[in-house]
Nanobody, 124 residues
């Protein structure tokens, strides 16, 4: 059974940093796609960053240059380093895993497994 568990969320002031982690079990994610998504209150869930099985990465325009996605294959952990945080980054953040994609790495329908989420709150 595939399980994803996020951690590392919290409250931070604008300009600060957080690192999210996603521990994965029952899934060899080094061969598939992994992504981070977020959902703010009253908004739809959106793709933030993703990594393909060839380790190429994709970022939403809103986080380029500030967020970095990475993975530790030995530990089966996916990370999202978030720097220069802004109040508009406030959201519930989810990690996701999938077998592949056709339309794009930041499209949530491409993913098969989801974590429960971790809250990130950025104050001004």
């Amino acid at each position: 059974q595939v399980q994803l568990q996020e951690s590392g969320g919290g409250s931070v002031q604008a300009g600060g940093s957080l690192r999210l982690s996603c521990a994965i079990s029952g899934y060899t994610f080094s061969s598939y796609i992994m992504g981070w998504f977020r959902q703010a209150p009253g908004k739809e869930r959106e793709g933030v960053a993703a990594i393909d099985n060839d380790y190429s990465t994709t970022y939403a325009d809103s986080v380029k240059g500030r967020f970095t996605i990475s993975q530790d294959n030995a530990k089966n952990i996916l990370y999202l380093q978030m720097d220069k945080l802004k109040p508009e980054d406030t959201a519930m953040y989810y990690c996701a895993a999938g077998f592949g994609y056709e339309r794009g790495l930041l499209i949530q329908d491409e993913y098969n497994y989801w974590g429960q989420g971790t809250q990130v709150t950025v104050s001004s």
